[in-house]
């Protein structure tokens, strides 16, 4: 199976695309350049400067501990960030000129945090540039990554789950069981998914549980409308009706006969609601309904810096939105060649 995958050009695209986002979003803040907490340093002298930015600083305050929980939620700010143009160090203290001033200042070693063999001089490389707040934008790329990921994970497992529920039974069961059901999927059929996703967003508020509930209570609807007319073909076979006669319970035959024929039809719904649920999250965001600032995401990305398109520095929006568009894809791709591999009818013609 998975060498016939692999011969499909859409799914290979897709695949790759996807490890070179997911890759640095699973390492997360073991590789961001800025591992604090959501990656918001914020540096003001150091805003908007361009790809491959160099500086060097001393960092004020006091080292602290790290743990376990720090690759999940970043660790906490060590202190303040100075950079500075010039930096000269004497027995005691270290004399800097800051990069936003033309005065020299000092301070006492025992005040900073030291770098590397005694020196308190630190250097960085912004390698996307900074943005309007000084942050170091590939490293809330790469968490945002992380964010979009988990989103369209958790939400494709809840509209997987419901979808499934809701269509098998009304597949099943038919009769009165079917209409009303039907009827609850034709009333979420017809609104558009980024209404219901907002209207949710309203009642459940800001923050990134919120927002995997919001999605995930969106994108069910085409996986129970797919899986009832499924369930409905199924239904008609042989070894169902064969399963009824016999007096399985209804219960049992949709776990053990029904479900694992769906097999195939929910991997590729899962896929398509993969890419779904992580241009929904955007869009929320975008529109300031999703998750909570600081917490980068890249529709919050976009929207921040939406200004700058007509400026020098439009690579600030262009760049999460470029992001977006190309996970979106590889998803899509994935779930194009997915199509191909499980359906035996095309697979017989090619």
Known sequence: MLRKLWQKTAFKIGIITTCIFAVPALLGYLITPDNTRDCNRIIPELANKPPGF????????????????DYFTGAPSEGSV???????????????????????KSAHKSSLIAAKEGRFEHSKTALLGTDRFGRDMLSRLIIGARVSLLVGLVSVIISLFIGTLIGMAAGFYGGRTDSVLSWLIAVFWSIPTLLIALGLSFAFGKGLWQVLLATGLSTWVEVARVVRGQT???????????????????FYIMRKHILPNLKGTLTVMATTNFAAAILLESGLSFLGLGLAPPTPSWGMMVKEHLGNLVLDNAYLALVPGMAIMALVMAFNLMSMGLRDALDTRISSTT
């Open 54 to 69: 160099s500086f060097t600083y001393i960092l004020a305050g006091k080292l602290l501990p790290t743990s376990f929980s």
């Open 82 to 104: 100075i950079p500075c143009k010039v930096i000269k160090q004497s027995k005691d203290s270290v004399y800097y000129t800051p990069y936003a001033e033309n005065i020299a």
């Open 232 to 250: 409905l073909q199924l239904r008609q076979k042989e070894f169902i009706l064969s399963s009824i006669i016999t007096g399985f319970k209804p």
